[in-house]
């Protein structure tokens, strides 16, 4: 996400704007969800709730790559 972040302040300084994604605002939204799975897991001390929002975690994980590579896709095509 810092690199995003990054990428998008260069690309703004240069006159490109990135705009973030419905993908990038879901994204936010399943790591948010599953902090919120996993703390409860944790306050409560049911090791499944805990899992399931790793689980998630994971996912959100996976989708921070999946929108990052398309932002730096983006900001590659308009650098022509």
Known sequence: DSLVTRLR???SSKGISLSPTFAAKSK?????????VLLAGL????????????????????????????????AKGTEN
């Open 43 to 74: 306050a409560t001390g049911m090791s499944e709730l805990g899992f399931a929002g790793f689980a998630i975690l994971v996912l959100g994980a996976l989708m921070s790559i999946w929108t990052g590579l398309s932002y730096f896709k983006a």
């Open 9 to 11: 302040a260069q690309a």
């Open 28 to 36: 936010t939204a399943v790591i948010m969800g599953g902090m919120g």
